[in-house]
């Protein structure tokens, strides 16, 4: 969805219902230079919401958020936190669940270092 914001701090939701085991990718993007917009993923239950991920990327063009996810309700919000513009940005969420043993790996955060006397092996082609 298309998304603008015309004062500081103001936010905007997207909810969304998952039935099965899903990787849910939030997006914000195209944000113009001269703003600088968040980005959050909460669970929704009986608790209230609890944040699973957040991307603060100063004067970023894109923010995205990632969670492996248990069937339940979620709610992606965006805010607007430095500046305002009448610029659209691109709102949303993408779902897979076809997840490999690796899918929860694949951020940077998360990743799994090499040790520096590692041997890895592969063919050349």
């Not at 936010?11 to 990718?25: G, N, P």
């Not at 669970?43 to 609890?50: A, M, P, R």
């Not at 709102?91 to 997840?99: C, E, R, V």
């Not at 790996?105 to 998360?110: K, P, S, V």
């Amino acid at each position: 969805m298309s998304l603008t914001f015309s004062a500081q701090g103001q936010f905007a939701c997207v909810s969304t219902l998952v039935e099965t085991e899903t990787k849910i990718k939030g997006l914000l993007l195209n944000i113009p230079a001269e703003v600088n917009y968040d980005l959050f993923l909460f669970k929704h239950d009986e608790n209230g919401l609890t944040q699973l991920d957040a991307s603060f990327q100063a004067n970023a063009a894109v923010e995205k958020t990632f969670a492996k996810v248990q069937p339940g309700a979620y709610v992606l919000v965006a805010q607007a936190t430095q500046g305002a513009s009448a610029d659209p940005v691109v709102f949303g969420w993408q779902g897979y669940t076809q997840i490999d043993s690796q899918e929860a790996n694949d951020r940077f955060e998360q990743r799994t270092p090499l040790s520096t006397n590692a041997v890895i092996q592969g063919e050349s082609g």
